[in-house]
């Protein structure tokens, strides 16, 4: 068993490895700093509780970027810590359901191989996005499986540090409540601690809403200004196609996962997952809201469909269908590595620190 486990934890830290490796390859050094990694990283230089556009912990991993020398390296450090800690939280997941060693590798495979790259190129919240929604339903599943106390105060600290880090896991949120008065589990609302978990968050992000509050909440103004000037011009066609789109050759092993929650009775506790999924992809259908804001939503589906595909594969044909399932997940993102991304002139990443001193927020 012991030896099992070594060869898990060595195969998981190749896959972390490779996150580092090709994510600093993706972009090469002629190219400059996106424009909205301008306005963040000038953030460090006006800490404040809260900005026009978005919560301060971007702010605060400014400054840290700010104190390591303010060079690229730091810059594109934190989006790829914060894409390989989600790889490592569906593992884990996956590992909570009990999955083998093929559904750790196909459900890894699956985040590894997405636009998941394309999202920890840039410096903004929403790397650290995707992990906070990962993380709340990991402490989900631990506490469906559990009913320990402690991963309500994990969900409700994690929904803090999310709401604090981008205001887009409101809508997670507004999927979870529902699922759960749709499933048995709604017997968590005769629970106190949940009520204490909730107040445990509202004492965490209330800094940003007395922020907020004292000016005149410009958080409002901002989300009637996008709804306006790009939200209206959103098609909700191009919404559900960018979907396939995000995800070729992986998607499916969501539609595995969404029919394992639905049908089998291995997943039956988790069935709030399915609901969940399918109000908040409601949500942004309905507000039109922009197709990367439901990128959060898929990883832990990936665990579930990995977990139910192995069971599926248990068998001599499924001796040759594993190979081609991680493949799959590999050739349909060369296409993605060939044209979504500045990498096509190699040289050493660049060590110059960018000067924000002078920038305006």
């Given at each position: 068993m012991e030896?099992?486990?070594?060869?898990?934890?060595?195969?998981l830290?190749?896959f972390?490895?490779?996150?580092?490796?090709i994510?600093?390859?993706?972009?090469?050094?002629?190219?400059?700093?996106?424009?909205?990694?301008?306005?963040?990283?000038?953030?460090?230089?006006?800490?404040?509780?809260?900005?026009?556009?978005?919560?301060?912990?971007?702010?605060w991993?400014?400054?840290?970027?700010?104190?390591l020398?303010n060079?690229?390296f730091?810059?594109?450090f934190?989006?790829?810590?914060?894409?390989?800690?989600?790889?490592?939280?569906?593992?884990?997941?996956?590992?909570?359901?009990?999955?083998?060693?093929?559904?750790?590798?196909?459900?890894?495979?699956?985040?590894?191989?997405?636009?998941?790259?394309?999202?920890?190129?840039?410096?903004?919240?929403?790397?650290?996005?995707?992990?906070?929604?990962?993380?709340?339903f990991y402490?989900?599943?631990?506490y469906?499986?559990?009913?320990?106390t402690?991963?309500?105060?994990?969900?409700?600290?994690?929904?803090?540090?999310?709401?604090?880090?981008?205001?887009?896991?409101?809508?997670?949120?507004l999927?979870?409540?529902?699922s759960l008065?749709?499933?048995?589990?709604?017997?968590?609302?005769?629970?106190?601690?949940?009520?204490?978990g909730i107040?445990?968050?509202?004492?965490?992000?209330?800094?940003?809403?007395?922020w907020?509050?004292?000016?005149?909440?410009?958080?409002?103004?901002?989300?009637h200004?996008?709804?306006?000037?790009?939200?209206?011009n959103v098609?909700?066609?191009?919404?559900?196609r960018?979907?396939?789109?995000?995800?070729?050759?992986?998607l499916?092993?969501?539609?595995f996962?969404?029919?394992?929650?639905?049908?089998?009775?291995?997943?039956?506790k988790?069935?709030?997952?399915?609901?969940?999924?399918?109000?908040?992809?409601?949500?942004f259908l309905?507000?039109?809201?922009?197709?990367?804001?439901?990128?959060g939503?898929?990883?832990?589906?990936?665990?579930?469909?990995?977990?139910y595909?192995?069971?599926?594969?248990?068998?001599?044909?499924?001796?040759?269908?594993?190979?081609?399932f991680?493949?799959?997940v590999?050739?349909?993102?060369i296409?993605?590595y060939?044209?979504?991304?500045?990498?096509?002139?190699?040289?050493?990443?660049?060590?110059?620190?960018i000067?924000?001193?002078?920038?305006e927020?």
């Amino acid at each position: 068993m012991e030896k099992k486990q070594y060869e898990k934890n060595i195969i998981l830290i190749c896959f972390i490895l490779v996150k580092f490796l090709i994510q600093y390859s993706l972009i090469s050094p002629e190219y400059e700093l996106q424009r909205d990694e301008f306005l963040h990283i000038d953030q460090a230089n006006h800490l404040a509780l809260g900005y026009f556009s978005v919560p301060p912990v971007t702010s605060w991993i400014s400054y840290i970027i700010k104190l390591l020398g303010n060079t690229v390296f730091w810059i594109k450090f934190f989006p790829t810590l914060f894409g390989a800690l989600t790889i490592l939280l569906v593992w884990k997941t996956i590992e909570e359901l009990k999955g083998n060693l093929f559904a750790l590798i196909l459900g890894a495979s699956c985040v590894t191989f997405s636009v998941l790259f394309r999202l920890n190129t840039l410096f903004q919240p929403n790397s650290l996005d995707v992990l906070c929604w990962t993380s709340l339903f990991y402490f989900i599943i631990k506490y469906l499986n559990s009913n320990q106390t402690k991963w309500i105060y994990l969900i409700a600290f994690t929904f803090a540090i999310g709401f604090l880090n981008k205001y887009n896991i409101i809508f997670l949120v507004l999927g979870i409540i529902p699922s759960l008065l749709l499933t048995a589990e709604r017997k968590i609302f005769r629970n106190k601690n949940l009520y204490f978990g909730i107040g445990l968050a509202f004492i965490i992000i209330s800094p940003n809403i007395i922020w907020q509050f004292n000016n005149h909440f410009p958080v409002v103004h901002h989300l009637h200004e996008l709804s306006e000037t790009q939200l209206v011009n959103v098609d909700r066609w191009s919404f559900i196609r960018s979907q396939f789109l995000f995800f070729p050759g992986t998607l499916i092993v969501v539609f595995f996962g969404l029919f394992a929650l639905l049908k089998q009775q291995k997943f039956k506790k988790y069935r709030l997952f399915f609901w969940a999924f399918f109000i908040i992809i409601s949500i942004f259908l309905f507000l039109k809201a922009k197709d990367y804001y439901a990128i959060g939503v898929y990883p832990i589906y990936f665990a579930f469909g990995s977990v139910y595909i192995s069971t599926l594969l248990e068998n001599e044909i499924g001796k040759i269908l594993k190979p081609i399932f991680i493949l799959l997940v590999v050739v349909c993102f060369i296409p993605i590595y060939r044209v979504a991304f500045p990498n096509k002139v190699r040289s050493t990443l660049s060590i110059i620190p960018i000067n924000t001193e002078n920038l305006e927020c």
